[in-house]
């Protein structure tokens, strides 16, 4: 098993605490997706993607529906993807994800949080060359050889491919997203869910109290409405 495997691993013991916080981070990225391929999933591989995340974290059909009529409104803002790097106390690492509508206001919580946590808010540049930027697919394994799928999958940019209970997973560069996509779907592999990701390449183990420092601020980062994903370096 390699990183993406205890990536994950670690991850799934960290997933968001509120169904309703889940919820709001895919219907930011509907309308992402809406705004940038329009509302038909058939004609739009980005939306498709996110429908399926939306499912596999069990949100209603209505809502799923709804998000894509409100993001088909003329009258309904944008978001911008924004990405803001950092260092928490005892030199950890932090890269954040966010969707905003208003950069102003984004910009002046990420610091605060940094600020009042004893941390520092970096420039562009300064930390996501730590990290892997990864796509991944969890797909049904059901009737699937995974060495079989691996080998196939090599040739459309997969890195790693691995099971557990919740599926097959795969792994690769964030570019080869679109190839793996259209090629499970030739196949009529059911995806259950798909993402990007971003791995650290080291990871640092601290001390129960120092992660503690880190754990106030990470835990301030993500209960920020515009945060979508917060990675680190700290060691799980």
């Not at 992402?32 to 739009?44: F, H, I, L, S, T």
């Not at 990405?83 to 928490?88: Q, V």
């Not at 869910?193 to 993500?222: C, H, N, Y």
């Amino acid at each position: 098993m390699g990183r993406a495997f205890e990536f994950r691993k670690a991850r799934k013991m960290k997933r968001w605490a509120a169904m309703s916080k889940a919820f709001t981070r895919i219907g930011k990225d509907i309308v992402m997706a809406v705004k940038e391929g329009g509302p038909d999933p058939d004609a739009n591989a980005k939306l498709r993607a996110v429908i399926q995340n939306a499912k596999a974290v069990n949100m209603p059909k209505d809502n799923i529906e709804r998000a894509i009529k409100r993001a088909s409104d003329k009258n309904q803002g944008d978001y911008k993807e924004v990405l803001f790097e950092g260092y928490a106390p005892h030199g950890i690492a932090i890269l954040i994800e966010t969707a905003t509508d208003n950069n102003t206001r984004t910009v002046a919580n990420i610091r605060s949080y940094f600020n009042k946590c004893n941390g520092s808010l970096g420039t562009s540049g300064s930390v996501e060359f730590m990290f892997d930027h990864t796509c991944n697919f969890t797909i049904n394994g059901e009737g699937i050889d995974p060495e079989e799928l691996e080998l196939e999958m090599i040739d459309f940019g997969a890195e790693e491919v691995f099971t557990d209970e919740d599926g097959i997973h795969i792994y690769a560069p964030f570019e080869n997203f679109g190839a793996i996509q259209k090629e499970l779907e030739s196949k009529g592999i059911e995806i259950i869910s798909s993402g990007f990701e971003r791995i650290p390449q080291v990871t640092k183990e601290l001390s129960e109290e120092e992660a503690a420092d880190v754990e106030k601020l990470l835990e301030k980062i993500e209960e920020d409405d515009d945060v979508q994903n917060v990675y680190h370096t700290m060691k799980e």
